[in-house]
DNA sequence: TAGAATCGACAACATGGTTGACGAAGTCGA
DNA sequence: TCGACTTCGTCAACCATGTTGTCGATTCTA
């Protein structure tokens, strides 16, 4: 519980020499980002191997927000926090690549229901896989215990909305 | 030394009751964006604020890549990883914002070098001085300690050339 | 039953990428 | 010195993703 005392919290960067002051402020997001994209960037080089080479970042977020029952494109634009239009868009993307299909709604002609394939639960299925064998790289060159306290940190200091928000291709193109 | 021996290593998933089980391999991805996603979106709240409304974050990378001294657009593009086309686009909206001004070179009549302006070095130095406010704020939750533990893991699990590449704009939305 | 809300689609546009081509200019070797 | 590269910036066409605004069809609701 004694974790405040170590006597080099807040701004007392001293300037004397290298060593002691802090890390400048701007590694943590290129640290955060790098390590991001690697991951992101090794999944997709398994998937490329394993079936799907024309699966993108976008793709898999886009999947995650059709969700296991399917969903209409509004509601996956609402999920990913774009427009139902962008979100239209995308499913037709997907539908191209064969990872969705769009069925019509009994119940409410003016919906359609848009869902996974079996080649679209193939790629979120073998991406879950991936994901636990990065993990446990992460592990294996750590320790368990440091990764813990890596994801224990971050909990901390991501508001937890934000974490598992889906949005994430579209933010950083645009506005 | 000793940090292999805590008992739960590599790929021990236990499976019985989710205390014990390893947390899930997504998690980390999604933890890891929404850290570096929460500190970009302050960033750019904070800097909207202090005079720089219309900067997004490709801009702060292409600046980045730009650095202190000017550089050419086919330079850009090398150090922000995409074309010298898009480069030179990009460079087009940075002058259009007044970040930046293109300049003959006397010496070589093909090139044109880019420099930042006052208003770019501005928004360069506001940045610096922003990033390091908001590790201030993670010691101030984390402690010093832990947030040096995030930054000296992160390091050992990004390759170094990644962790400091700047074509992070360019990498979400296309191959 | 009439008005409001929702759905999917279309159009026009911005942004940020790609390739391919091109002329102008610099470099270098025979 | 001259010809063959190479490099630089730019143009054009295109793709992928977003945006707003509009629209007809349909459903919900007061």
Redesign the interface.
């Known amino acids: 519980m004694v974790?405040?005392v170590?006597g080099?919290?807040?701004?007392q960067v001293v300037d004397q020499g290298k060593g002691v002051s802090?890390?400048?402020?701007?590694?943590?997001?290129?640290?955060?980002?790098?390590?991001?994209?690697?991951?992101?960037d090794r999944?997709h080089a398994r998937l490329a191997e394993e079936g799907h080479p024309d699966m993108?970042?976008?793709h898999g977020f886009a999947m995650q927000a059709v969700g296991a029952g399917g969903a209409t494109a509004s509601e996956i634009g609402r999920r990913l926090g774009v427009s139902k239009q962008a979100a239209g868009k995308t499913v037709d993307r997907l539908v191209a690549l064969g990872y969705a299909e769009r069925i019509d709604d009994t119940h409410d002609a003016r919906r359609k229901l848009v869902r996974l394939t079996p080649h679209g639960h193939d790629a979120l299925h073998r991406?879950?896989v991936?994901?636990?064998?990065?993990?446990?790289e992460?592990?294996?060159?750590?320790?368990?215990?440091?990764?813990?306290?890596?994801?224990n940190?971050?909990?901390?200091?991501?508001?937890a909305e934000?974490?598992?928000?889906l949005d994430?291709?579209s933010?950083?193109?645009?506005?």
């Open positions: 974790d405040e170590d080099e919290n807040v701004n802090d890390t400048p402020g701007y590694e943590l997001p290129l640290l955060l980002f790098g390590a991001f994209r690697t991951l992101i999944l993108r970042p976008a991406s879950a991936v994901f636990d064998e990065l993990r446990a992460w592990v294996a060159a750590l320790g368990g215990e440091r990764v813990r306290d890596i994801e940190g971050l909990r901390e200091v991501v508001p934000t974490a598992f928000r994430a291709t933010w950083l193109g645009g506005a």
